[in-house]
């Protein structure tokens, strides 16, 4: 419902009144195309992970020969019903210059019969989903679950040939990302400072949660004077943050594992702004050029 809300906001549609006919009167009350922009809005997108990940010159290929490519390599939904993690292709559309594949699974889930007591495996489905951008070597995996978003890269990247490990990486989201990125950052709500005291073999990371103040609004936790005597530091540096950019959009930021998690119900055009600022920040820092020299080893036999 607030998802909802927060579109017809951002169109400046009137918002119904808040209760169980909610749903009922935005049908009726939006265009077909409306209604489709909304669809369209959170179909793929939602409370996501996104997990990034750089397959260096997928950018050369057609996005149409990439979707007829993965298609080919999985297989089909009913092969694969009693195969836990087995992933399949369950939808991929093209949108502007985006290829959304939506790349499902089974599940176990277990029960207990209410009867017997007895325990049993319940199959339910879930999802990844891969964005890939047509001028972009920079792909989008959106899931939770680590080993089934490398599982899927791995997919992507052996049907269209980039099987070599050196083919695809985390991007690096280092100290000079960090320093780029941090002034597109209006707040940091909380934060992970990683410290570098050679003399205090105790600490790793120091947490840090921001105060409220007398209006009820958090402060940057950047501003507190402990924040900056530890990333003035030699070798320190934050390491993961719940932040609010200037876009007004929120999301948490481990730069280690290169991923972005959005808590709340996010439209599909904030996720696709968000991954345009990380992609040029990317390509300020020059990322895409890291390991563009490739021995012999990457060479196709």
């Known amino acids: 419902m607030a998802a909802i809300e927060r579109f017809l906001e951002s169109r400046e549609i009137r918002v119904p009144k808040k209760d169980e006919n909610f749903v009922t009167r935005v049908v009726e009350l939006l265009s077909d ?12 997108a939602g409370r996501q992970t996104i997990n990034y990940f750089i ?17 080919s390599r999985l297989p089909g939904q009913e092969l694969v019903s009693e195969i836990p993690k087995e992933p399949f292709l369950a939808e991929a ?32 489905t879930k999802r990844t989903v891969v964005v ?19 599982q899927v890269r791995d997919e992507v990247c052996k049907s269209i040939g980039k099987y070599k490990p050196s083919t695809k990486r985390q991007p690096n989201l280092g100290p000079e ?20 005291d050679k003399d205090d073999e105790t600490l790793d990371t120091i947490a840090f949660t ?51 998690s959005f808590v709340k119900s996010e439209r ?14 990317l390509k300020q820092v020059g990322e895409y ?6 021995g012999i080893n990457d060479v196709p036999e």
């Open 289 to 294: 050029s890291q390991g563009q020299i490739s």
């Open 55 to 71: 397959i260096k010159g997928i950018s050369d290929y057609d996005i149409g020969d990439i979707r007829e490519k993965i298609d």
């Open 93 to 124: 559309e093209q949108i502007s210059d985006r290829l959304y594949l939506a790349i499902g699974y089974y599940q176990n889930a277990g029960s207990e019969d209410p009867v017997t007591g007895r325990k049993k495996d319940v199959q339910i």
């Open 33 to 44: 195309s409306q209604l489709e922009s909304l669809i369209r809005q959170h179909k793929y």
């Open 132 to 150: 890939i951008r047509d001028d972009f070597d920079l792909v989008e995996i959106r899931g939770s679950d680590t080993r089934m978003v490398e």
């Open 210 to 260: 921001s105060k409220e103040d007398e209006d009820g609004n958090r402060r940057d936790a950047r501003e507190s004077d402990r924040v900056k005597r530890e990333l003035s530091e030699s070798g320190s540096e934050i390491t993961m943050g719940y932040v609010e950019l200037s876009e007004g959009f929120r999301f948490r930021v481990n730069r280690d594992q290169a991923k972005l």
């Open 268 to 281: 599909e055009e904030n996720l696709v702004q968000v991954t345009d600022l990380v992609h040029n920040v």
């Open 177 to 196: 990302f960090q320093d780029r990125f941090n002034d597109l950052v209006d707040y940091y709500f909380n934060l992970k400072v990683k410290v570098d």
